[in-house]
Nanobody, 127 residues
Framework: QIQLVESGGGLVQAGDSVRLSCVAS????????MGWFRQDPGKERVLVAA????????HYSDSVKARCTISRDDAKNTAYLQLDSLKPEDTSIYYC????????????????????WGQGTQVTVAS
């Protein structure tokens, strides 16, 4: 079964850190790009961070780049998103997604480039 499964969300306090995990199964892992997106109610999904396997590119949105780390463990087919110094405005549903094209020059930032999506994990930051 092809799937991405996120975990690690929950209710946290402002200033805390959260580490989200995304485990892939049934699909090629080390090709294309992996991205973490967030989606707020009534809004479109926006890219938070992403990386490409080919070329080793990474991308962070301006709102998180100083306090966010995207990483992966290829042996476990798992990607991670760590967010530090959380703010109430970080509250959202976070999704991981995979794109399968090579993307040799840069990270794909359009959600439409990503083919497989997880179910999302809710992060709620209390002030």
């Amino acid at each position: 079964q092809i799937q991405l499964v996120e975990s690690g969300g929950g209710l946290v306090q402002a200033g805390d850190s959260v580490r989200l995990s995304c485990v892939a199964s049934g699909l090629p892992w080390d090709r294309g790009a992996m991205g973490w997106f967030r989606q707020d109610p009534g809004k479109e999904r926006v890219l938070v961070a992403a990386f490409t396997w080919y070329g080793g590119h990474t991308h962070y949105s301006d709102s998180v780049k100083a306090r966010c780390t995207i990483s992966r463990d290829d042996a476990k087919n798992t990607a991670y998103l760590q967010l530090d110094s959380l703010k109430p405005e970080d509250t959202s549903i976070y999704y991981c997604a995979i794109a399968f094209r090579p993307y040799p020059r840069s990270v794909p930032t359009d959600p439409g480039d990503y083919i497989i999506w997880g179910q999302g994990t809710q992060v709620t930051v209390a002030s």
